[in-house]
C-alpha cells in the first residue's frame, strides 16, 4: 500500500471510531474500499498489521452493518471478505438500527413521569422518524436516477 492509500485507511479508522466502532473495523473497511476483489483474514492480518481477533470482529461487525459480507470457499472454512455495495447499505443498516430505537421510545410513552418528559421523549421520537424519512426519500431518489461511476 502507498502512503495515500495507508492515510485514508486511517481516516475510517478515525471515522468509525467516532460512531462508537473499533478503530479497528474502520481500517477494515478502508482497506476494503480500496481494493477490488475480496480480501483474507491473513491479507488483512497482514496488510493492517491487526490481530486474528481484531479482524475477526471488524469483520462481524462490518457485516452487522451491511458495509461488508463474507464469501465461503468451498471445501474450505476460511472465508473472503469484501465491502458491500456502500451507502445504501449503511442507510438501511442504519434505519433498521433507528427503527428498533423508535418502538423502544414509542413504547415509553406510558412511563413517562410528566407531561414534560412526555413532550421531550415525543421530540425524540420524531427526530428519529424524519431521519428515516429523510433517508427514505434519498434513496429512493438515488434509485430512480442511476449514478454512473466516474472514467
Known sequence: MDDEQRRFIDVMGETLASWSLPRATGRVYGYLLLHGTPSTSEQLRADLELSAGAVSTSTRELVSWGLARTIAQPGSRRLLVEA???????????????RVFIRALHGARALTDDEHAAERLHDVTDLFEAYIDAGERMLRQRASSPVTPPA
Open 84 to 98: 458491500a455495495g456502500g451507502f445504501e447499505q449503511l442507510l438501511a443498516a442504519s434505519h433498521a438500527r433507528s
